[in-house]
């Protein structure tokens, strides 16, 4: 079943003006809709048929993701356990992705399942998005410690996120969050990042 | 914080974690043999130790596996922690 997208709403929707009110010291933005499809696989073997299909590797290595461009446009594969990979694209591939992933795993013992819905995707970037992070998120995220193409499952002020490092050096982060948590998340980046906002005079 | 150090994510503050009991508790083999008794002893009775305990943790707010871990309960330390396939490590 696909939504209606004439009048489907993100979970940020009318949030963006707010968000941006962080810029220039830390650029929030939503990008709504995309493609998330959870993917399961035991099976080692089947991993290059996979990789073929998306055109990019599967993370071997624990809290890391991978991404590169493929038959289906940009794909970022994340890590999220032994068996367990979260396969991200661009909006409206969720049907397309599906039945390619389901080909290449084939009669082996695995699972697609989309999950689009599950989470939105905010892109944080700017000189202080790591500090803003770093008010609630006990990760460390300096380079040294998450260098870029990490991914880690954590806590971001008490709600369970997805974070992917996209470049470690400039500061550019990815966060999934549930789409219930979304505008509690969103409302507390904005009282988080108030130190970062610039001065404004209040019109009397 | 306590961190705990998660077999597959490396170390992460405690509150990522839920606690699950005493580890390697075994299904009985014949369940249908069981007296009351002692099917009482496998569903209630757990080990209480001073000491060096096999514990089961799941890492919830992470990667959501569950694993083992052998805990000091009078220190808290733990000792090791190894995957649910894994034997449990002999620990001093």
Not at chain 2, 6 to 12: E, F, I, S, Y
Request: hydrophobic share 40%; with cysteine.
């Amino acid at each position: 079943m696909t939504a209606d997208i004439r009048t489907r709403r993100s979970p940020l929707d009318g949030w963006a003006e707010r968000l941006a009110e962080l810029a220039p010291a830390v650029e929030v933005a939503e990008r709504p809709f995309r493609t998330h499809v959870t993917l399961r696989l035991r099976d080692a073997g089947r991993a290059a048929a996979v990789s073929a299909v998306l055109g990019v590797e599967l993370p071997r290595t624990p809290c890391t993701f991978t991404r590169g461009d493929g038959p289906h446009g940009p794909v970022e594969v994340a890590w999220l356990g032994p068996d367990e990979y979260l396969v991200l694209a661009e909006p409206g591939l969720q049907r397309t992705l599906e039945s390619a992933l389901r080909q290449a795993i084939g009669d082996a013992s695995g699972a697609v399942i989309d999950v689009s819905a599950q989470r939105t995707t905010l892109t944080l970037s700017g000189p202080k998005a790591r500090d803003l992070l770093a008010h609630g998120c006990a990760i460390d995220l300096h380079p040294s410690v998450s260098p870029s193409g990490t991914c880690v499952q954590a806590l971001l002020a008490q709600s369970g996120i997805v974070l992917l490092v996209r470049d470690a050096d400039a500061g550019e982060f990815t966060v999934l969050v549930r789409a219930s948590f979304a505008i509690y998340l969103a409302t507390w980046l904005l009282d988080a990042g108030v130190e970062y906002r610039e001065y404004r005079e209040v019109p009397v | 914080m306590q961190l705990i150090p998660c077999p597959w994510c490396g170390p992460r503050e405690e509150v990522e974690f839920h606690y699950g009991g005493q580890a390697h508790v075994s299904y009985p083999a014949d369940p249908a043999a069981l007296s009351d008794e002692e099917w009482a002893r496998f569903v209630f009775f757990r080990d209480n130790p001073r000491g060096p305990f096999a514990e089961r943790w799941s890492h919830t707010a992470g990667c959501r596996r569950w694993f083992n871990a052998v805990r000091d309960t009078r220190s808290y330390e733990l000792h090791a922690v190894y995957r649910l396939d894994e034997e449990r490590p002999v620990t001093t």
